[in-house]
């Protein structure tokens, strides 16, 4: 599966941006998907996670103002970023695997995101 992200930009802190992630395959529902993010000098992290049946979950950094969704019809991830902080600088990168994976298998090209004070 393909995957496009997109929605990323430069943003003062305390302002929102929402991500989107377009899927090429028609059989998106049946995918896990997550957003993860990487800054300068740190390591890829988990930001969130949506499954195919929608239970969602969150890095503790962001839990509260950030939430991920998913529209099937329109086979799109979803990142609502709210209040967001310096700290939040990053490239955003859409992720999918496979039922029977337990890392994702496919990725988007990443977005930056950018939150200054």
Known sequence: VQLQASGGGSVQAGGSLRL?????????SL?????????PGKQRELVAGITSGGSTNYAD???GRFTISRDNAKNTLYL???????EDT???YCAAKSSWSTAY??????TQVTVSS
Do not use: N
């Open 20 to 28: 989107s992630c377009e899927a090429s395959r028609r059989t998106f």
């Open 31 to 39: 995918y896990g998907m997550g957003w993860l993010r990487q800054a």
């Open 61 to 63: 950094s962001v839990k």
């Open 80 to 86: 609502q970023m709210s209040t967001l902080k310096p």
């Open 90 to 92: 990053a490239i955003y």
């Open 105 to 110: 298998d496919y990725w988007g090209q990443g």
